[in-house]
């Protein structure tokens, strides 16, 4: 089973774009996934190519009309995810992208101006994504971002099966900080237990600083990481303070 992606965009020339180098490239080249872009004006209804309109109530900006879009989709829909970018959306997972690269693909509707129709959320079975809280010209760049993480996930892809599993949000924490060559750099040294050749050791020490660095950072997914309440990041229990 070949991963294939469709998008629908108004821009298809942004496609491949970083998608058809490094590793997803790469893949692409040797068909462990396939890329097919479809421009949504070529489904207007009137001469002038003509899918967007003002908003209804009035206020800034254009929306995209829901019956150039739902032609578009149609057009492509095959059973396969339908994903619509959208800072409205529900936001990326790791574990939403491992579902999506186990699949067969997706479509991936890329927005402009000031976004969608609401109707084509009701009428066809679109899942708004969000890939962070911040506002993009439009969602293309957000739909590279979709592929490239599941394309990596792909078998072959990775140089090694395992290069992933210790990563960022793989096992619900931040990954471990790494360190290489030289040994030191500007008065700054690698830590010792990391030269210490000791696996029992380095493997500690790498959980305990990716625990305290994801309390510190991300408090979010230190609580959906569900540690109980009063251990420190090594696992000890705190001692309480006393009055």
């Given at each position: ?124 079975d ?27 996930l ?41 030269r210490?050749?000791?696996?029992a050791k ?42």
């Amino acid at each position: 089973m070949t991963f294939r992606a469709s998008i629908l965009t108004l821009y298809p020339d942004m496609f491949p774009g970083p998608l058809g180098t490094s590793l997803a490239g790469r893949a692409l080249e040797e068909g462990k996934w396939a890329l097919d872009v479809t421009n949504i004006r070529d489904f207007a209804v009137d001469k002038h190519k003509t899918v967007d309109d003002t908003p209804a109530g009035g206020g800034a900006g254009m929306v995209l009309r829901c019956d150039v879009l739902a032609a578009a989709l149609d057009s492509v829909a095959d059973g396969r995810p339908t994903l619509a970018m959208s800072p409205r959306g529900k936001p990326l997972t790791q574990a939403r992208v491992r579902e999506l690269s186990a699949g067969e693909g997706a479509i991936i509707l890329c927005g402009r101006f000031e976004g969608f129709d609401e109707r084509i959320f009701e009428a066809r079975d679109v899942e708004p994504v969000s890939i962070g809280d911040y506002i993009l010209s439009g969602g293309e760049l957000g739909a590279m971002v979709v592929l490239d993480a599941c394309i990596r996930l792909l078998d072959g892809v990775m140089g090694a099966a395992s290069s992933g599993e210790d990563e960022s949000f793989e096992t619900g924490l931040l990954e471990y900080p790494h360190y290489t060559r030289p040994q030191e750099w500007e008065g700054r040294t690698i830590p010792e237990v990391l030269r210490s050749g000791d696996h029992a050791k380095i493997a500690a020490w790498r959980k305990a600083r990716a625990i305290e660095d994801t309390r510190l950072r991300r408090p979010d997914l230190w609580q959906a990481h569900g540690e109980l309440a009063g251990q420190s990041p090594s696992g000890v229990q705190r001692e309480k303070k006393k009055d």
